[in-house]
């Protein structure tokens, strides 16, 4: 039994030295912003092993550090099949390139890695455009899907500022409609992400390049009506170019600000409404399912019926209500003049009071006489 267990632990070390090869790894680091390499900097290199479906299962960390001329360049032994990824944090912030796979006979591994300096101004910072697909899922649930594309037109990696108001750090702020309830969060780190009521709030820094993201939320009305509105922030990128995808309905409808209809379009053999149009700090986009419309029609109904009644009681009822107005007010006229009459006993007004009386006598006589 014990020479069994040696043997299969030795066709194991055999079959991993044979799996096993070396591969020259070449690694340049450079500071973009300033155009120099880094030298002797700091850097790792993950060797991922992947299964046949390309699914992670276990990562190897190994530490290396740059030459005096910002190059590293060096044999090193990796298993055919695993994939291999340069990172490196340089100001606090996380750079990687992209992972490669490691295949039998490959000689050498070049990558060439760029870092930045940091800048908290924010004004080569902008949302080109952002895709909005809406889709019903019923009458009272709307999905929708989004692309955002984001770009850093600096040589700088944008780490955001403190917002006062909101009080968080902010690096990006993405407008959402009230009552979003989100699903989906793809291509920005969920690390951090801060979902407010009427935004999305990314504390993840910007490195300079074009960089996409994919949201998937979806909002309810128990009225069938939805407000897709967005108000952007002062201290927001601007958002330059919108588009707005909705499927072709006759018994929704959608009205923009700012927006213009834009044909329509096929996508995924369905064929969809568009609007496109460029944004202002406020996008109002309003949605109406035929339940608000019915809704609407009912409470129209009633409200006309309840205002007629009202309207017809008030004209048979008019005499009455004349008449009723007519002898409170007499009843309130005797009182004041009771009030002025002198306490001699003779009911006779005297002093100044005299022209007052007169006119509230005058006024009881056209009132008896309407009675």
């Known amino acids: 039994m014990r020479y069994k267990t040696l043997i299969a632990a030795a066709l194991l070390l055999i079959f991993a030295i044979s799996n096993a090869q070396a591969v020259t790894m070449k690694v340049d680091i450079t500071n973009a912003t300033k155009g120099e390499k880094m030298a002797s900097y700091p ?5 991922i092993t992947m299964d046949s ?5 276990k990562t190897e960390t190994l530490e290396f550090k740059t030459g005096p001329d910002g190059v590293y360049e ?16 340089y100001r606090g912030t996380s750079y990687s390139s992209q992972l490669r796979a490691v295949k039998t006979g490959m000689e050498k591994l070049s990558f060439s890695l760029p870092v930045y300096n940091i800048t908290d101004r924010q004004e080569n910072i902008a949302v080109t455009e952002r895709h909005i697909t809406l889709v019903p899922k019923n009458d009272n649930v709307i999905e929708v899907y989004e692309s955002i594309t984001i770009e850093n037109s600096g040589n700088s990696t944008y780490v955001g500022k403190f917002n ?7 690096a990006l702020y993405i407008p959402m409609p009230l009552g979003y309830a989100l699903k989906g969060l793809y291509g920005i780190p969920t690390t951090g992400i801060s979902t407010l009521s009427g935004g999305i709030v990314s504390k993840n820094d910007i490195k300079p390049g074009i ?33 707005l995808y909705f499927p072709k309905d006759d018994t ?7 927006l213009k209809p834009a044909g329509e379009e096929t996508m ?3 064929t969809f409404s568009a609007w496109k149009g460029t944004a202002d700090s406020v996008l109002r986009i309003k949605v109406y399912s035929p339940a608000y419309e019915g809704t609407i029609s009912r409470w129209a109904i009633s409200i006309t019926l309840i205002f007629g009644v009202l309207l017809t009681v008030m004209y048979l009822c008019r005499a009455p209500i004349k008449l009723w107005h007519l002898k409170r007010e007499k009843k309130r006229l005797e009182s004041v003049l009771s009030g002025l009459n002198n306490t ?8 100044e009071y005299q022209s007052f009386a007169r006119i509230i006598r005058g006024r009881l006589k056209e009132i008896e006489q309407k009675v």
């Not at 850097?43 to 060797?47: A, D, E, L, Y």
């Not at 006062?164 to 902010?170: A, F, I, K, S």
Request: no cysteine; glycine share 6%.
């Open 43 to 47: 850097f790792t290199v993950k060797v």
């Open 53 to 57: 479906a390309y699914r992670l299962k």
């Open 74 to 89: 060096n044999t090193i032994d990796v298993k055919t099949g695993t994939a291999v990824k340069v990172e490196v944090n």
């Open 164 to 170: 006062d108001e909101l009080e968080v750090t902010q």
């Open 211 to 243: 960089h996409e993201a994919t949201l998937f939320y979806h909002v309810s009305s128990d009225t069938g009506f939805f407000d897709f509105s967005l108000f952007s922030q002062k201290e927001a990128p601007e958002i330059k170019y919108i588009s």
């Open 252 to 258: 929704w409808k959608i009205n923009t600000s700012g």
């Open 268 to 270: 995924k053999n369905r």
């Open 344 to 351: 001699d006993g003779d009911n006779e007004v005297r002093g």
